[in-house]
């Protein structure tokens, strides 16, 4: 596929999600870590008038030049941002002049793309493309956070039928270490390496020490989320961390995000979907959970299952997960369930009955890990404004791995380092188990 | 004109404010204290399906069950509300289910109206159109509120043009009071008696006693305003009540809401309005204070002038504005800066130039008072929900006297009490100085 | 007695208060709102030092040139001030450096009395011994909030024996009103007048007009008060102003403040006091109550009770109060429950069964008014700091009238008006409930 | 030494830091994050009492059954905790009682070990003393910061003679790594291995693998840090982290902690220390300085300081930290700036002028790293509730390395992990700069 019409392709996925919304739905911002689809779709309009028109035309004027200010998301380089909390006033310009900005922004586009990019400016305008995809899905989970905050449970799109299946039992997985020393572990590579995009903090491709490990097979289930809460899994603190039992307490968390009782007093639980409210699927994977939580069921499990010749039951580093994914890529990425442009199912599905080896690596939930996220060895950020998009978050977040079934699908891969907050609880956000395997 | 079509032509004024206005525009809530125009639209009609709709229709259903909790504002006695600060991220129903809604209520109270009403009925539909009154001004502080958060300053409706005029200098009114013992002061009457419309807080009549006093034949102008402000007004804690203080601090204050610099380094002011952002008028009200500052305001100007036989300049007591303001009613009514249905300017307007006598007392701003909101001796509140129209705001509020700009013309009388907390900006709030006429 | 011998018997009372507590007890701040012991130790020296010993003394000195910001409360005209919620952390200068200037300016007070005073002098000696005991008062009710905070329930003193008594019936005391039309109402004459000392804000005497009122014979006791709770009090917002219940839910009360559950499934309530905890005394006044819970028990109240000729039971005016309680001053100032220099009774006592007329006038607790706190009519302040005294506080807050059982017994009249927000719970307040008399 | 010889020096240390205090000093909390330090020594009597005498007396019996709750920090396994906020308000038990708490567990704890103690008692009473230990620092920091509240600027201790020194240069010094292919790093080995007490967060000893890196020869100084507070280091957005520009902005930060300008308008800084306000010290480490601080610091640093060969500067990881360290201790250790029993100089000196190698790794200022604090490869917690002591925090907190002029010396080691938020100021913190070395 060419440049322009890869590029028609991902501008015109952001409109379809928001084709069957109201004004109004497009306008809310229902917390300041979200932002309305409104924004979303400006800020990603702003990314390439920005950093790819400003810089290529001669002669270059901006549309309208408030908009640099107003959906300017954080980069301190390119100058001041309307403040992140406020971005749900901003009624003017409406949607209507939002979608007009860009219509001519992809002119302009368009004209630039009629001559041959050369590869700096190639490289920028695919920067510009996953940028709009990463928002892509922040447009669906920050419309959930919203629709979730009405309490007449909005229903975004009907649901389609999707196959049940039988549950997959839990097993571990214990992807192979180099080297004839197995059970001393081995060094193994992570991060990007060779042809394709990928953001700047998946490089440098370094090494890691491993010792072996294995990894659960599938995701946790809502079943097994119920588990945990039928025996009280929120009110001890002996499997919660510090901070994630100060977390609990203080926000009465009783539950994963959008898990509400039928009634008052019912131990029914169901949950808020973009689909609508439907009861808890039990083999479907939890979606919606803090790393507190992913972490605190962690700790719980591995009370309930001790096995011989493996360690407590714990999230997996990131090194494990994509020392663990990377021999799967692309297969897994194919088959998995992520956003294909076409309307899907857009929350997580339950692994296939019958699966083998590792399921559900990619797409469905993504998948907390137990790595802080911070630079690799010798990672350099790009200079100027750019070098902001990723490097300035290197403290106080988790990383995630795998993608979600809010992912636009040709987006993800094996190296691709998500992050965030260790509370954070609106995106898809799910868990696998991991744990050592002892000597 | 009869009920009904009283009810027509004030039910239609509210959506012909609404009317230049986009769905985002009526649907944003830009601070706890104000509420979506979406949503002043559908509590108003609330209110008739509610109170009037409800005990009088056989067996009586609601349009939607949800809505009685959705657009509830505060009323305990019907039951739960939607909580106050999330107003504005209910996207549905939208604008148009909304207003489907204020169709379906107005048809049913014309079937309802189309016998006779008895005068029980008659009272709480005139009640509830004072109530859509009170929301048609505070759709008009709320919407400049939300405009004012967008540093593109949109114009809600351009300014027709009005007389400049020349100033009308600041001078004493002395009305008389009753009595031979003039100069010891007597007692006077307030509080609405007689026919016609009075909410429950402005009964029952009663008497008062009032020392000799006077008040400004106008209203605070903007050109004293920049005065107080050149003098270093807000820096000086001499002239501030000790709340007062600290909230200029908290909240870093240095002008009237809505003024602005015209830069960053500039000593000219500009103050956005319902017109655009235009440079202060001298001769102009000021508005959008607090009473802390109109309090302060006040003291310094006593400082400034000194008159033999006048005690210092302060707020009138609400006793002494409505025994003021009751002998110019209805005829300062009919001439003042008020509402009309037809569009007008929706800022204060200069007094008029040779004006005698008091000026400005209906329209252009409410006027601060010194006299906290409590209950008239003899006050009991109506029993069941409506009781809580009024009553239950007795406390830490101050009254405010004589309409504005914003408010409907039909809506205002000298025994009106309007009142807010002492910090109240968003409203279209001025003042008038007072003063103890010594012996 | 002389005006020295006056100073020293005071100031030896501030010290006598301390006495039972360690350097801890009197360092420690408990809320912004509380000071440290220590602190008001030093503050009223402070008072003292600047007010009457640096306009008096040639070339006066500071004690310690510091002390001026560190011990200055709230005097603007004096200068900066030391911010309030970090009173205890100055633990330098400790207890005795503190008392050590307590007794270099007395020695200083003693040589400037040793020459006859003026009256401007003795006016502002007079002002700071009255202030020192308004700060006597202030020392019981903040060490209170501190112990309270203790788990350990640790006793100030030991409780002296007292009778129980048996329980006076509550009934209406209707107070003459002057004029042949009693029904009608009168004009009556409130503030002070005369010799003797009386704070700036209450005068100027004046007049009001009274409609007919009774005030109930005794104040509202910790029994009737537990009735209101096992009734639901705190639940049902019908009788709640919108703030208060507000207030309630916020803060999650549920009970006045210091009132514990014997254990903590019991319905069986004790209070903290300064001499311990112990079981509620149903005849004793209910005390630690918000102007919010005032008013709502008054509203419950008339629910039961009710009466022909009366109006529901309310709270009363500060005019009907003061009115009603200036006959029986100073007989029942004297026989009052209220602070003397020997130790007594630090919390309210029961009504003396058998009384007649309005008992419990002065002392025991601080009486809730429902008037806001404001300037009588004609007020002006002082000149100067001293002018900060009172003045600038006149604005969200309510007038309590009485006196408590922590209030030095000189120190109360009947036109002493205290004033504290409507939430304030930690000074010793109560109620009294009053009704209007209907034709 | 005798267990019960170490016992006693360690327990004694801790009263000897009171010594210079008076009561007051003792007990007020002057944040959440810090303790009185009557608390500290009441708490780390807790320890022993909870966690030794309990489990090992027969028919133990608590010294006071409330202390259980009150002086419990943060072990859920023991059961309630009084809030840690509210440390400071516990009055009583007085300074004494805390003081003879004390002395009656050291007598049981001479009488458990007059016998022999076997090999786990013997780590839990090394436990406890290592606990107590750093507890000793946390005094110092705690009552820092109190001080530094005190506009009085009280001096703890004057401060002993100590040599001024020439300055020493910066220069980067680079540990070998194992291994032939030195330019493409190789495997080391970290965390506690062999005899002598660790932590449980330095186990198990692990492999990590390392790339070419250097360390500064010494810690970042005042002078270089006032270098860049005069090129605008805290006003520029490009050497901040997202988080850590959003904290100074919300605090206002321009300087180190306890930095203060010698007057308002001066340029000319100070710092306040345990020995009181002294000028900076341009050759003495900066300290008291957050992690956001140290990474711009070392972002700025790169751009002022380009060399061939090397990466730009940045903050060392943990494994190079500990790799480094580990063949200088011990000797490093007994020489460092360290907290002997002795009184010290209680802030951190200059590098000896002239020193070669790697300088002041041990003592002066506990060195941030660019580490989340995570377990190690393999970790377990203990089970019960001494396993609460390290585990439960890794999740938003930093590694810092070395100890500081706080700690004491026998208290520190190579593998030692200290960790606290990324925005933690009131510890001895500060910085070494590190960078990669490029092939």
Redesign the interface.
Known sequence: MTLIDRYRRIRARSCEIALPL???????Q?MPDASPI?WHLAHVTWFFETFVLEPSEPGFRPHHP?FR??FNS?Y??VGEQ?PRA?R????????AEVLAWRVAVDQRMEALLAAPADAALAALIELGLQHEQQHQELMLTDLLH??A????A?VYRPRPASAGGAPLAMSWVAPPLPGTAGSA?G?VEIGHAGAGFAFDNEAPR????L?PYALANRLVTQGEWSEFMADGGYRD??W??????DWVRANRVEAPLYWRRGDAQSARWQSFTLHGTSPIVAQAPVVHIS??EA?AFARWWSEQHLAAGH??A?LP?ETEWEHAAAPLAPAAVASGHLADASSGVLCPLPATAGGSGLQQMFGDVWEWT???Y??Y??F?APPGAIG?YNA?????Q?VLRGGSCATPREHIRASYRNFFP?DARWQFNGLRLAC?LLG
Chains 1, 2, 3, 4 share one sequence.
Not at 240 to 245: D, H
């Open positions: 109201s004004e109004a739905d497009c306008q809310v229902s409104k408030a200010v107003l954080y301190n380089g309307h406020q749900g006033l901003i009624t003017r310009p409406g949607l919203l629709l905050c009405n309490p007449l909005p572990g060094l370094h090494r890691q020490f010792r603190p002996r919660w961390l510090s901070a994630g039992w790393c507190f972490d360690g407590p714990r580093t137990g790595s802080a911070t630079a060895p010798g350099r902001e300035k978050f290197m403290v106080n988790i260790a050592d």
